[in-house]
């Protein structure tokens, strides 16, 4: 009789210990879904252009035949601009009216090493679009999705036109009853370094 109790208590701990154990994987498991998205790692983008760019960027999102972006450590991810002015990605476009863009120059030094300089603050717009905009196809450049964005200093974007989408659209409501939603065919702008720009 005794031996069996003893043999009992035992086995009745450790399914406790095991229900209480469950218990608490369930309740951090939920409370790691319920915690607020500002803990979370923002999927942001990290654009790495030419020295000195100053253009427009088509970035081709959605196909299927270009490699995923490079994630990088903070959870973001990095976008290679080359000269052409239009990388291509596998990836879809991921907005996020929180996440924290950033633009670098990629600037190769005389010993042949690459150093990485922040593109000034004033060539790019704030915003999770950054005054660019977006649409489902590529303009006849394959498949895909667009996000058009201009890079450069506040006197050459005034001078371009759709440099800031954000005032096309502002524009466009007050004709249009509030309209924001703009469908277009085009002229789209040409991606690429520009050939003069005040830098040169």
């Known amino acids: 009789m005794l031996s069996s109790l003893r043999l009992d208590i035992p086995r009745r701990s450790i399914q406790f210990r095991s229900m209480k154990n469950r218990f608490l994987f369930g309740l951090t498991m939920l409370l790691f879904l319920l915690r607020p998205a500002d803990g979370r ?14 253009g427009w960027i088509q970035v081709v999102f959605n196909d299927r035949s270009a490699l995923p972006l490079p994630k990088r450590k903070d959870g973001g991810y990095q976008i290679d601009v080359p000269e052409s002015g239009l990388p291509r990605t596998s990836d879809v476009h991921v907005n996020d009216a929180n996440a924290r863009d950033e633009f670098y120059y990629r600037v190769q030094l005389p010993d042949g090493t690459t150093e990485f300089h922040q593109v000034p603050v004033e060539y790019v717009l704030p915003g999770f679009n950054h005054g660019g905009f977006t649409m489902m196809d590529t303009d006849g450049k394959g498949p895909g999705s667009s996000w058009y964005l201009f890079i450069g200093p506040p006197e050459l974007r005034a001078k371009v036109p759709d440099a800031d989408w954000n005032k096309v659209v502002e524009e466009y409501a007050k004709t249009h009853g509030g309209k924001t939603r703009i469908e277009s065919s085009g002229p789209y702008p040409t991606p690429g370094r520009m050939v003069s720009h005040p830098m040169e």
């Open 41 to 54: 790692p923002k999927p942001h983008y990290t654009f790495v252009l030419p020295d000195q760019y100053v």
